[in-house]
């Protein structure tokens, strides 16, 4: 039963076609420039990984590319339709997972998926079935008629991929999908979308933890400043560093600040300080590591 | 305080809550105990902690208290104000009892007034930190927890750091009114003496016990939902008070408080104002036990206040336990919720009108919200009584209801957003809410309507009436769909009283001034229709039934259908006006 949650039913991963293109997208609050024409076009059936340090403009970018932010300028094409002139079709092949707006959090985790499966068209029964086997998958079973309100952060970003599933999109966007989420859970959420992606589907999301990005995609946008700094395969993206971190660092300009000079009284003797700030530099792949966009350790 | 031995190891001279630059006001409980915290894992010789003595921890504690209110009052105009006219009113308010008590001495019922009043007063206190929970940092004990302080110096610390801000000036003018207004002779002097401190300390650790027992409850979401409900519960508060004094307008005088006098001069801290009467009046013996009732209340509250404190620092904070999972547990509970899902249709009218109604129960704001045009809706027709027309109000407070549906929302508003691809979708969506308000609004008007007739028994206006509450409901429904479409804002949701977001305040209010005024001139027709027929006898009235049902209806319909084109075009907008809150 909780062997195939989702049907690829609507499908057609057509080899090598780009399930999004963005092209010229620009997006001003005020005198903040937060995306800069940025131009994208990311293969279909892949997982891609948008990358960039805090503010680079991730989030204003994926919420423009899901029809949540109107951009001042820009293109965005999902399987060849415009978001903004034709969203009957692109909202139906969209699955979105946003960072820093709420749920309806006074439904129970069921309820949610409920009203949400059907918000998108699902028949009743239909929505029952699939909300089952999602809540089954992400290990939220036992939860399932608790508050949203009342879910950890992990159980939240879990409660929102099923949300996010439940109508079996083309391509799925999440934002920070593991920001504050613990190990286990991390490590379902990442089993369920590389299930999902093994059918052909496209994950985007975004993240700053290069080892995570890394592990998990095949495909890369380096973000900064509000522009793409680079886009490829994850191999070509690397390039000649040792790995996907230090390719980023160099790539987002972050010099070898904070190495720990200033802070030699640190430690239980004076001699350890430089080794001090490195301990954090094993991370769990899938837990979350604040530390890493800073970049401060390398 | 030196608390921590590396502190005292560096500077021995240092007594004071100050930090070792010299910042002369701590802006967080954090700041005095900042500097030991880390002691714990630094390298001081062992065997050199101290624990601060009881005095040291008291002047911290006052101290920080102090330091808490003037640094908040710098944080932000908006809190000085707020301070201010809160100061400002304990002390004309407390001044004026004050006065209005001196003036009472010696008359028939000063003594009824004085512990109607004290009685009153502690009530306040016992229920003030559940929907004011939060207010006061030096009030959580669990940041306390990690500083090397004995429960017993810690509770003088904090019963005295209690005793500055406003609401204990409130009840020191207060205590002081009463016992002056009651106090004869020496006897009487002494015990009031007494007296006053008693009741105050009653008071504050009264609050501080009910407080630190709950402070679990209150710092969990179900507490914050309470707190979130206190704007609603202090209107209903004031309901009781204007009710009460028109009781004793109606029955002439304070004699009406008799009653509830005799019972409560017998519990504390009233017992204590009692005992500064019977003083006076020579009953040493009712005295004493009066004072030895409060006494003792206060010894046991203090005794509780002890325990909670004892056991909340040092239990786990149970919020971070995994409760026991229940895989078995039906989805019992919402079983009328599941027979309204039946009977519906599949599809999005169903689960939108499903999720506004449970909106309307679980959700804090939304429940205030609907709590507020219920319970209006149900006192205006009572207030201004003489008409069946009056019940009009009720439809008109439901109808209120529509306005600003997004904002009601929050930034969840994207999981609509998401799903919405045309206006067929957003006039589907906003239809569904309309109909939620309208399930609950038109059997409701109706009842009130009928009650309304029959308290009067005026049946000959219930049909026109009926009619014109029906267009009212229908016509605010229209244009509260139109004023979500256009002028969403957000309602923040943090805060029992704010229902609008900074900055959006101007948007909001015109867009209620706006919508009540072209609400009048939609309902005008019907008004003039109704003084036409009128005119003509009352039996032709009843033709406004059927009109105003279908005009209301349309006008909704047309709302409605105006909402959905603007909805489905200015979705990003609407969410990011939304999302501020």
Redesign the interface.
Known sequence: MSSQPVEPDVHTPAGGAAAVRIEGLWKRFGEHVAVAGVDLELPAGRFVGLVGPNGAGKTTTLSMVTGLLRPDSGTVRISGHDVWADPVSVKARIGVLPEGLRLFERLSGRELLLYTGQLRGLSKAETERRAGQLLDVLDLSASQHKLVVDYSTGMRKKIGLAAALLHNPEVLFLDEPFEGVDPVSAQTIRGVLERYTGSGATVVFSSHVMELVESLCDWVAVMAAGRIRAQGPVSEVRGEASSLQEAFLELVGAGERGSGHELDWLGGTADVATAAPAAAATPDPTGPNPAAADGGSR | MKPAADRESTDPTATGAAPADGTPAPSAPETPAGPQSPSVAA?APAGARAVPSGPAVTGTMVRLKWSLLANGLQQSAGRTAAFVTAAVLAVVVGGLLLLGLLAMRGRVNADALAVFLTATTALGWAVLPLFAGGGDETLDPGRMAMLPLRPRPLLAALTASSLIGVGPLFTLLLALGCTLALAHGAAGALVGVLAVPLVLLTCVALARAVATANSRMLAS?KGKDLALLSGLMIAFGMQAVNLGLQQIGDQGGLGALRPYSDVLRWLPPASAVEAVRAAGAGEYALAALGLATTALALLALLWWWLRSLTRLMVDPDSSTIQPA???T?K?S?DSAQRGLGRLLP???T???I??TL??AW??PKTKTAWATSIGLGLLMPFITSGSVYSACWVAGMMGLLMYNQFGQ????F?????????RRDAYVELRARSLAIALITVPFTVVVVVVSAARLDDWGRLAPALGIALAVAGVLVGLGAVSSAYHPYSIPQDSGYRNVAPGQGALAYLSFLLGAVVGALLCLPLIVLLAVLSDGGAAATWVLLPLGVVYGTAVAYGGLRVAAARTADR???I??AV?KG
Not at chain 2, 409 to 412: G, I, L, V
Not at chain 2, 414 to 422: E, F, L, R
């Open positions: 390298p979401r999972q229940d895989k547990r989805p509970g599949e599809g999005r169903a689960v939108v499903e999720r449970r909106y679980r959700d929302d929050t930034s969840a994207w999981m609509v957003a998401a799903t919405i691809s045309d979705l990003p907008e969410l990011s999302s």
